[in-house]
């Protein structure tokens, strides 16, 4: 997987990608980033990339042309989709995604697609926002990671490039993977322990000692379905349920145990 990134701030990128997973999935090639300054496609002398918007309101927002010549120059090819150009057949294009609050939500399914991917290129949006023409001519693809504002897309991309980057394979070291996740299953991980198993005078559940490993995997079914019944369950109404599941649901419910504890 390869991705590009357009920003005015390239050196946000530094830190967070020389780190952890991120590191590990450059390291092992699983993944490759270019961070590509928006500026050095700038208009002029002065490199601009922002104006103020027409019909006068307040702020600046980010001119077209150095968007789309960044993006132009990444892949060596016409991709804005001009009214007096040849089509763009964009499906020969990897995603070119914009970073937005007005951007489709970022879900699990939505990064798994992502991966699907060998190629992509996000755009980050700053200032007061973006001209049009980009959102609509340009981009392919718009996300939001959620319902807040961001004084731009660097952290939403970020936080898509760690998503996607740990569901790349080898770069999960351990054998369990992204698989088992919280989401992954479309429903919240349940409590999990390790040593000690006594910790001033809380204990582990038994069950967990136990070796018994039909029974661990029914209780981490159960308290899976229990976590998301209390915290989200709204996601029981997409999730595929089968009929033990469902008994496990019963069992919750009968327990009292699924509402409070936040
Ligand atoms: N840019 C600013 N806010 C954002 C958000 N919530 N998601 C993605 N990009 C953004």
Same mark, same amino acid.
């Given at each position: 997987?390869?991705?590009?990134?357009?920003?005015?701030?390239?050196?946000?990128?530094?830190?967070?990608?020389?780190?952890?997973?991120?590191?590990?999935?450059?390291?092992?090639?699983?993944?490759?980033?270019?961070?590509?300054?928006?500026?050095?496609?700038?208009?002029?002398?002065?490199?601009?990339?922002?104006?103020?918007?027409?019909?006068?309101?307040?702020?600046?927002?980010?001119?077209?042309?150095?968007?789309?010549?960044?993006?132009? $120059? *990444?892949? !060596?090819?016409?991709?804005?989709? @001009?009214?007096?150009?040849?089509? &763009?057949? /964009? =499906? +020969?294009?990897?995603?070119?995604?914009?970073?937005?609050?007005?951007?489709?939500?970022?879900?699990?399914?939505?990064?798994?697609?992502?991966?699907?991917?060998?190629?992509?290129?996000?755009?980050?949006?700053?200032?007061?926002?973006?001209?049009?023409?980009?959102?609509?001519?340009?981009?392919?693809?718009?996300? $939001? *990671?959620? !319902?807040?504002?961001?004084?731009? @897309?660097?952290?939403?991309?970020? &936080?898509? /490039? =760690? +998503?996607?980057?740990?569901?790349?394979?080898?770069?999960?070291?351990?054998?369990?993977?992204?698989?088992?996740?919280?989401?992954?299953?479309?429903?919240?991980?349940?409590?999990?322990?390790?040593?000690?198993?006594?910790?001033?005078?809380?204990?582990?559940?038994?069950?967990?000692?136990?070796?018994?490993?039909?029974? *661990?995997?029914?209780?981490?079914?159960?308290?899976?379905?229990?976590?998301?019944?209390?915290?989200?369950?709204?996601?029981?109404?997409?999730?595929?349920?089968?009929?033990?599941?469902?008994?496990?649901?019963?069992?919750?419910?009968?327990?009292?145990?699924?509402?409070?504890?936040?």
């Amino acid at each position: 997987m390869h991705i590009d990134i357009v920003t005015l701030f390239p050196d946000m990128f530094v830190g967070p990608f020389q780190e952890s997973i991120i590191h590990k999935a450059q390291e092992i090639g699983a993944l490759s980033i270019a961070v590509h300054d928006l500026r050095v496609f700038g208009i002029g002398r002065h490199r601009q990339v922002d104006d103020v918007p027409y019909g006068g309101a307040a702020g600046m927002l980010l001119r077209p042309e150095p968007i789309v010549a960044a993006v132009e $120059s *990444i892949l !060596d090819r016409p991709v804005f989709r @001009g009214a007096e150009e040849p089509p &763009v057949d /964009v =499906d +020969a294009l990897p995603p070119i995604i914009l970073l937005t609050p007005q951007g489709r939500p970022l879900t699990q399914r939505v990064v798994s697609e992502l991966a699907d991917h060998p190629r992509l290129v996000l755009i980050c949006g700053r200032y007061e926002g973006i001209d049009e023409r980009v959102r609509q001519y340009l981009a392919t693809d718009e996300i $939001s *990671i959620g !319902d807040y504002v961001l004084s731009g @897309g660097e952290l939403a991309a970020m &936080v898509v /490039v =760690d +998503a996607v980057a740990r569901t790349l394979p080898g770069v999960l070291g351990y054998e369990r993977g992204a698989e088992e996740d919280s989401f992954a299953s479309g429903l919240l991980e349940g409590p999990q322990y390790t040593r000690p198993p006594q910790f001033r005078g809380r204990a582990v559940p038994d069950v967990l000692l136990s070796g018994h490993h039909a029974r *661990i995997a029914r209780w981490r079914r159960k308290e899976s379905l229990r976590r998301t019944l209390q915290r989200r369950p709204d996601l029981l109404e997409t999730v595929e349920l089968n009929d033990e599941d469902r008994a496990l649901i019963e069992e919750i419910l009968r327990e009292g145990k699924h509402k409070g504890t936040h």
